[in-house]
Nanobody, 126 residues
């Protein structure tokens, strides 16, 4: 069955870095664009970053642009989110998601995605 399993979350001090991973199985990873979303306490889930099927196109929310980098390894069926210069407001549960597509597009809306992981907690605090 389809599985997206996030890992790499944890507690980090402001200014620190974390690298999230999302391992995919049960579907053709290279035929899916991927995205990272996050949900802070008491807030709705929001878009953070997205990457196209081949990895050639990426897109970031304004709140993470310049600090986060999304990448993928289609040989390992894994998408990554490198998070640098972390801030307390980055504290959230981070979810990866996949969307089947024939195009080299990136997707920012939650309803566009077909599969979701269970999430990994990231806490930024001193």
């Amino acid at each position: 069955q389809v599985q997206l399993v996030e890992s790499g979350g944890g507690l980090v001090q402001p200014g620190g870095s974390l690298r999230l991973s999302c391992a995919a199985s049960g579907f053709t990873f290279g035929s899916n664009a991927m995205g990272w979303f996050r949900q802070a306490p008491g807030k709705e889930r929001e878009f953070a970053a997205a990457i196209s099927r081949s990895g050639g196109n990426t897109l970031y929310s304004e709140s993470v642009k310049g600090r986060f980098t999304i990448s993928r390894d289609n040989g390992k069926n894994t998408v990554y989110l490198q998070m640098n210069s972390l801030r307390p407001e980055d504290t959230a549960v981070y979810y990866c998601a996949a969307v089947r597509t024939l195009f080299s597009s990136v997707y920012t809306r939650q309803h566009q995605y077909d599969y979701w992981g269970q999430g990994t907690q990231v806490t930024v605090s001193s």
